[in-house]
């Protein structure tokens, strides 16, 4: 059941069924945030680190996400080798390597991990990525792991129902202020590298949600994990709302999503100020409260390279406004705004941020959440 009364979060807090989380989040670490873009805070560094399951996976396949979720990639026999900190992927094998893999395989040194793209776009034979260790391995297969990465939350209660009491968020960086930040719960991504077609590009496989299975409040955004060409074309779904209709269009009024020229990894990729720009979600037709599930994505003209990411996610709660340099911005989902948004069990909760200002790279945000449930 859920908390219904201040002597039910009372109860619940006397009896220790809350968890506090303290995590910072880092901006990225290329390129300097640009004042009214959105971006995707799981691709920075911090207390949690670079996610690297986002932009792992198949092109065009739905990927769940959950907590505990794990992905793979891996060179062919004999075609991966490590020349100081250089990765080098000759001829690949299979999935997608990403920014923060651990690498494995017979001579690589034990905690050694992605920390860059060079050539590699996770996939191409005889693309180069950073390591963190300098070190010599010779022609051999070399598998690369992802774990999820994202904000603790209690883990699973089972019969229980966790929900969110309280978030805040402060930064003591210069120029980090003005900024707006959106929770939200990541349930499930789709890798598209093949980026110069044109035509529309039918989505494979099924798309089995791990949560919010009826698609209700599941929204839609658009990350680089690759940084982007020059292109600019529109963006527009076919996807199927929460009532099972299908066919459903990006609207095409006032116009389509646009992208942004040569997009940084970690930029939402149509967001910003003026016509076609959009933020952080891809808008839905109206009266639609939701993606069931994606059938296709159509660019209008090339983007010349790189690789984005559709990822799927619900919002959670209403978004955290940091106003001013020093001080937190709170949301106190109990009594300011009486919702207590519901966490479920598997949930992978990541920020969005709405820069503000001209945003140094690596700039920290400290992010602090609460969490409680009811046994």
């Known amino acids: 059941m859920p908390i219904n009364s201040q002597d039910d979060l009372a109860a619940a807090l006397a009896a220790g069924d809350t968890l506090v989380t303290m995590a910072s989040k880092n901006t990225h670490s290329v390129t300097v945030q640009t004042a009214g873009v959105w971006y995707d805070l799981s691709k920075g560094a911090g207390m949690i680190p670079w996610d690297a399951v986002i932009g792992s996976g198949t092109n ?53 991990y992605i920390t860059a793209l060079g050539t590699g776009t996770g996939s191409n034979n005889g693309g180069t990525y950073t390591v963190n260790i300098s070190q010599t391995v010779t022609s051999q297969t070399i598998t690369g792991t992802a774990t999820a990465s994202f904000t603790g939350h209690g883990g699973n209660v089972g019969a229980a129902v966790k929900q969110l009491l309280n978030a805040s968020v402060v930064s003591a960086s210069a120029t980090s202020a003005p900024s707006f930040f959106q929770l939200i719960d990541i ?60 066919g459903r269009l990006t609207p095409a009024a006032p116009s389509l999503p646009i992208a942004n020229t040569a997009a940084p990894v970690g930029q939402i990729l149509y967001s910003g100020t003026g016509v076609g720009k959009y933020g952080p979600f891809i808008p839905l037709e109206s009266g639609d409260n939701g993606i069931l599930s994606i059938q296709s994505i159509t660019q209008s003209a090339t983007m010349t390279s790189g690789v984005y990411c559709i990822v799927l996610c619900k919002p959670v709660g209403l978004p955290l406004p940091l106003t ?45 959440t609460q969490t409680v449930w009811k046994v």
């Not at 000759?90 to 017979?106: E, Q």
């Not at 929204?219 to 529109?234: D, E, K, L, Q, R």
Request: charged residues 5%.
């Open 60 to 112: 065009l396949t739905f990927q769940p996400v959950s907590e505990t979720t794990t992905t793979t990639a891996a060179t062919a026999a004999s075609s991966g080798s490590i020349a100081t900190t250089t990765f080098t992927d000759t001829t690949h094998g299979s999935g997608r390597f990403t920014v923060g893999m651990a690498l494995t395989g017979t001579g690589v040194t034990a905690g050694t």
């Open 187 to 246: 349930i499930g991504f789709i890798p598209v590298s093949t980026v110069t077609l044109t035509s529309a590009q039918t989505i494979l496989g099924s798309q089995t949600y791990p949560r919010y299975a009826d698609g209700k409040g599941v929204m839609a955004f658009i990350v680089p994990v690759v940084v982007m060409g020059a292109g600019t074309p529109t963006l527009r779904l076919s996807y199927t709302n929460p009532a099972s209709t299908a």
């Open 324 to 368: 001013t340099l020093g001080v937190p911005g709170e949301r106190d989902y109990f009594n300011q705004l009486p919702s207590m948004p519901v966490i479920p069990d598997g949930a992978c909760l990541s920020w969005l941020q709405l820069a503000g200002s001209a945003t140094p790279v690596n700039t920290p945000y400290n992010f602090t």
